[in-house]
Each structure stands twice: as structure tokens, then as C-alpha cells.
């Protein structure tokens, strides 16, 4: 079946500092990729997504890009800041026409605080 | 738009009490989900439904749990009877596939704790 891993957390940084969160998947077919956020208090809300090999999901930013040869899809920001204190869960999409077509299953979630 | 609503926010109840979850889906999304947030086990996957109907139910823990959706604009999640390792946090989220297929739209959650 599906599934996702991330790495261990939680991740503490300093302001202005580079994140990277891991995420490696296994799944059949050609699965999409995701990235959710979850602010403190809140539900998730889609950050970024890629739906094919080597594309590249970018948002508020972030980036991911979709490695099919290392099936990853790693999440990376060039310089964090306070307010990207918040749980981080990858994803991927059931595939078209197969019994979990529709649902999304998420890794484990990452937390992240930063520090000024 | 009004984004998916959840309710109530919080629920406080005594082991063995019945419980309902309700959730109201942003208007037009034909996919509808429920998951279950703990410190322990992550975020879980409870069911979904797809026009109305059950798709896949096999999160659901136990018989004490129940999920309906008599219509598109409303769902429940029942425990019956509660117990206090049922606490946590349960969210709802919709979503569209005429639209972005897999952009799943949370509700701000119910935070249940049974004493």
C-alpha cells in the first residue's frame, strides 16, 4: 500500500536560517505529492503540490520537487521566519481508478519552530 | 465562501456519554472527510464519502464508531458509548474533483476530551 515517511522532528531554527524537511514515499502508479501546513489551533491547508516526475511545487517560499528515481519530495525554504512556526505533513494521492482514489495519505507530520 | 464548519469546537464529555461530530462541507464539493488527530498516532483517516455515499470506512477503530451524510451539505461522526481514549482532535475536509483534484479543504477541527 501507500505510504509516506518524514523525517523526525520536531525542527528548531533560527530566524533567516535554511530549512529542509525529508519526505520519501512508496506507492504504485503515479501518484501526486503534497505538501500541508497546519498553523497552531487550526486544520491543514494545502501549501504546494506536484503531479508528475521533476515538476516542482512552489508557494509563500517553499519548494518541493517531485524525484521519482529517489522517490522524495523534500521541502525546502532558503530563509525561515517566525511566523513558518507550524506542523508540516507530506502527502500523496491514491491513483486514478484504484480503491483509494480519492483520499490522501499523510506521513507523520514534522514540527518546526522558529526562533528570532 | 464560507469554508468547511465544524461543530461544536469543543467537547467535553464523560466516558460512556454519546458523542456527535458535525460537519458542514464547503458548498459544491462532492468528496467528504473525516480524520482523527492524537499526539501518538499522527493524523488517521477515519472515512470519507463520495455524493453522499461511504467509500472506504476501514479507519473507523470500532463499532462504537458511526459516520452519515444524509445529504451534501451535512455529516456526522457518533461514538457510542465514548471512552477516554477516544480524545482528540476531529477534522473534517472536503473536497472537489471538478475542481483541484486532492486540495482538501480542513475545518478548524472539534477538540474532544472524555473524562
Known amino acids: 500500500g501507500n505510504s509516506v515517511t518524514q523525517m523526525e522532528g520536531p525542527v528548531t531554527l533560527s530566524e533567516e536560517a535554511f530549512l529542509t524537511i525529508n519526505c520519501t514515499y512508496t506507492a504504485t502508479g503515479y501518484p501526486s505529492l503534497f505538501w500541508y501546513v497546519q498553523y497552531p489551533g487550526e486544520g491543514l491547508q494545502l501549501l504546494l503540490k506536484?503531479?508528475?516526475?521533476?515538476d516542482k511545487g512552489s508557494n509563500k517560499g517553499f519548494e518541493a520537487t517531485y524525484r521519482k528515481e529517489t522517490t522524495s519530495f523534500h521541502l525546502e525554504k532558503g530563509s525561515v521566519q517566525v511566523s513558518d512556526s507550524a506542523v508540516y505533513f507530506c502527502a500523496l494521492s491514491g491513483n486514478a481508478g484504484g480503491t483509494s482514489y480519492g483520499k490522501l495519505t499523510f506521513g507523520q507530520g514534522t514540527i518546526l519552530t522558529v526562533h528570532p | 465562501d464560507a469554508g468547511v464548519i465544524q461543530s461544536p469546537r469543543h467537547e467535553v464529555t464523560e466516558m460512556g456519554q454519546e458523542v456527535t461530530l458535525r460537519c458542514k462541507p464547503i458548498s459544491g464539493h462532492d468528496y467528504l472527510f473525516w480524520y482523527r488527530q492524537t499526539m501518538m498516532r499522527g493524523l488517521e483517516l477515519l472515512i470519507y464519502?463520495?455524493?453522499?455515499?461511504?467509500?472506504?470506512d476501514s479507519g473507523m477503530p470500532e463499532d462504537r464508531f458511526s459516520a452519515k451524510m444524509p445529504n451534501a451539505s451535512f455529516s456526522t461522526l457518533k461514538i457510542q458509548p465514548s471512552e477516554p481514549r477516544d480524545s482528540a482532535v476531529y477534522f473534517c475536509a472536503s473536497s472537489s474533483f471538478s475542481g483541484e483534484p486532492y486540495e482538501q479543504y480542513f475545518g478548524p477541527g472539534t477538540r474532544l476530551t472524555v473524562t
Open positions: 506536484a503531479t508528475k516526475a521533476d
Open positions: 464519502f463520495n455524493n453522499n455515499v461511504p467509500i472506504d
